[in-house]
């Protein structure tokens, strides 16, 4: 695909945000508790409280990249889903393709665009509990922003405190849990418009109800979206084939038995269905796919944890215990190779063929940490944790009529069918059980040698362990026993973090820090494909190096931040994929990536706001790579998933008139960058990403307690490409979605 040039408008901005006017993803913070709803709007921006570091403290105390999108920036911004903000922060990228199958993507640190055969390079986390469990993680579930407190975006390797599958960064969404102060309530209506599509609707409540003040409370949210399809398939008849809804909520209870004690539950229920894929058919008309049968995506999320906070005189315990189970299945349309499987096996299939693939996991943690008080010249934290998974995963290929078929095929013959297809459809399967635990013991201690001048070093020491075994049966073992293949991949080792940091006034910081992050290694599971494939991967790592600086003037009005990083990365983790679409996962060469991401926040007057930022990155192979069946990736290719630039800025004003009006204008700006590392092969025509600009508005009027919001995004109906996949049915594109206008309405008590 030829890269489009860049308008004047992304040029003047690009210029702007180098020169450092425009800056920060993350649109202006505001003043909140660590874990409890966000406070009235404060002219100082300096004041919100994260617990990144596995402790309250204010993100502009922290001597590392962590951005914090409260509450009140989500609902300014409109936000539903991840998609909607996680772009907006610097130094990311979102990679959407389909429900399941999306990436968030760090500093450049990812092997594809897509899901990756292991362990994700961002960790993801709900309150602190681990969403991205050991081995494959079948789903990472994308949560509704109604209700939550923030979503904290930890950039560069969060190995020390975090463990595994936090290599590239780390995602941590906080939900706001019951509060025995008083009785609170809420609820919002949003109805949309999308080119292309039927009209969207969603509704969404929450409760929080004290049963005793300052003793018990319940709290529980209700959410429901439905997601119209923009696009029409011409393979089955269906106009807006990929419509996606989800439902599901969160309920918490919070108990505080005495001073000092307090026990939280917080559970997590959520299930997303989605009709179709939501990727196009390059070469098709606009909006078009073209499959033989509907590809769709289920997935079902649950997930329960209970937490201890316990004040021990000077020190804090922390135990967290938690139980998740999810369960995502899949259909690929695979009639195009049809003709391949009756010529070899001397066939007659005419249904469509298809691809079943998907799994149940179930997995245990339990974390427990001892930090001391804030405030002393010492301060410490110590823990140790146990995750725990167990998942049972399936690959499958039928077609309706299949177990005739191998009756009257002269390779098989009579009878032959009940064997290879006993459900008269499937005729090849694999089916792979797969358990993997992780154990660590992590600690942190900063020492303050003057007011000025603080040291932070920390460690993990990890045991990881991911046994599989998978079994092969079908068309491929007959008439013989099923094919049996164990395997296990087991490791240690040492994470170690060490930072320094300035603050010779309360305006300025200045850091350096040195962090190491690493990812589980898996065995491949047996898969379908014709071509063999390597057994597994091991474990990667990396190591980060970065110099950052925070700033703030005008009285906390304006805040400046820069951020200059390396990463070095080894023995990378390759999601790679053979001529017939499987993927696979194995272990080649080195990377790099190295940046500036630059951030400002800025608020001149009580009505005027601006925010942005603008990264830039490298990321590279630092050798040249080996690809099986394709050849090689040459040393200085770009990482897949990855950008060289990125921006974004936001302007908002509020009106000083009745009913309090706001109007915000945001934009993003994204560069070109490839889907997978194939496509760095020379002679390969390379799947490409990026290269748009998006702008949304909105404008906002409250009556009481009630705001009302008429909002559009993707103003310009961009057809901006987020991931290109090379299909059975051609090359697939997975896009923004298109212009979409709306209104919403949210009440609060």
Request: net charge negative.
């Amino acid at each position: 695909m030829k890269s489009l040039p860049i308008t004047a408008l992304s040029r003047a901005v690009r210029a702007a945000c180098l020169l450092g006017i425009a800056a920060s993803g993350a649109a202006p913070a505001f003043a909140q508790d660590g874990d409890s709803a966000a406070a009235p709007q404060t002219k100082d921006l300096n004041t919100v409280v994260v617990t990144a570091g596995k402790r309250n403290e204010s993100v502009r105390e922290i001597a590392g990249s962590v951005s914090a999108i409260t509450a009140t920036e989500l609902d300014a911004l409109g936000a539903q889903s991840l998609s909607d903000y996680i772009q907006r922060t610097p130094g990311v990228v979102f990679n959407s393709y389909q429900p399941g199958v999306s990436q968030v993507v760090m500093r450049g640190i990812a092997t594809s665009a897509g899901n990756v055969q292991g362990q994700t390079t961002t960790g993801f986390f709900l309150n602190e509990v681990p969403l991205t469990e050991p081995g494959w993680t079948i789903v990472v579930p994308d949560i509704d922003t109604f209700d939550l407190n923030r979503v904290e975006v930890l950039r560069g390797p969060q190995g020390t405190l975090f463990g595994s599958a936090s290599m590239g960064g780390a995602i941590n969404y906080i939900a706001n849990l019951a509060d025995a102060s008083g009785f609170d309530a809420a609820a919002e209506a949003t109805v949309s418009q999308t080119r292309n599509a039927d009209v969207g609707f969603g509704a969404k409540a929450m409760v929080n109800v004290p049963v005793k003040q300052d003793l018990l409370a319940f709290r529980a949210v209700a959410q429901y979206r439905d997601d119209p399809g923009y696009l029409d398939n011409i393979g089955t008849g269906k106009q807006g084939a990929n419509t996606t809804t989800l439902a599901g909520g969160r309920f918490s209870a919070v108990l505080t038995p005495a001073q000092g004690t307090t026990l939280s539950w917080l559970s997590l229920l959520q299930n997303t269905d989605s009709d179709d894929n939501a990727y196009q058919i390059k070469g098709l008309a606009d909006l078009t796919r073209k499959t033989a049968v509907p590809e769709y995506t289920n997935t079902k999320v649950a997930v329960h944890s209970l937490r201890l906070d316990q004040d021990l005189d000077g020190m804090t315990l922390t135990a967290l215990l938690a139980y998740q189970k999810k369960k995502q299945d899949w259909r690929f349309d695979y009639t195009p190779i049809r003709g391949a499987y009756n010529a070899d096996l001397d066939l007659d299939l005419t249904s469509p063929l298809s691809i079943y693939s998907g799994g149940e996991s179930t997995g245990k943690s339990l974390e427990v940490r001892l930090a001391s008080d804030k405030g002393s010249r010492f301060e410490w934290l110590v823990g140790g944790m146990y995750f725990d998974t167990s998942k049972d995963l399936y690959e499958t290929i039928g077609a309706d009529g299949a177990a005739a078929a191998f009756d009257q095929s002269s390779l098989y013959g009579p009878g032959a069918g009940a064997v290879i297809a006993p459900d008269g459809r499937i005729f090849n399967a694999y089916y792979t059980h797969l358990s993997g635990s992780e154990a660590a013991l992590f600690g942190e201690g900063s020492f303050s040698f003057t007011p000025e001048w603080k040291l932070t070093l920390g460690g993990r020491l990890f045991r990881t362990k991911v046994d599989s075994r998978s079994t092969q049966v079908g068309f491929s073992t007959y008439p013989g026993n099923p094919i049996v293949t164990p395997s296990q991949t087991k490791e240690d080792g040492f994470n170690p973090k060490v930072s320094l940091s300035y603050t010779p006034n309360d305006s300025v910081m200045f850091y350096g820090l040195v962090s190491e992050g690493f990812r589980f290694g898996t065995p491949n599971t047996s898969g379908l494909s014709a071509y063999p494939i390597p057994s597994g991967s091991k474990s990667d790592s990396l190591v980060n190096y970065e110099l950052g600086t925070r700033t703030s003037w005008a009285g906390g009005r304006f805040l400046l931040d820069a951020t200059a990083f390396y990463v070095d990365w080894k023995d990378i983790q390759l999601r790679l994929q053979t001529p017939d679409f499987y993927n696979y996962a194995a272990n080649g060469g080195k990377a790099y990536s190295r940046g500036i991401e630059l951030s400002t926040q800025w608020r001149p007057t009580d009505q005027f706001e601006w925010a942005g930022s603008v990264t830039w990155q490298h990321a590279r192979l630092d050798q040249d790579l080996f690809i099986l069946y394709y050849g090689t990736a040459p040393a200085g290719s770009q990482l897949p998933g990855s950008a060289d630039w990125s921006i974004n800025n936001t302007l908002r004003y509020h009106f000083d008139a009745a009913y309090d009006p706001t109007l915000s204008l945001s934009h993003q700006y994204l560069s070109k960058g490839i889907s997978d590392l194939n496509s760095a092969v020379p002679g390969m025509t390379p799947n490409v990403q990026g290269n748009y600009n998006l702008f949304d508005l909105r404008y906002s009027m409250t009556f009481g307690g009630t705001e009302v919001s008429l909002w559009g995004t993707n103003l310009t109906d961009k057809r901006g490409i987020t991931r290109e996949v090379a299909e059975v049915n051609g090359i697939g594109q997975g896009i923004v979605r298109p212009r979409t206008v709306g209104m919403t309405v949210h009440w609060k008590y």
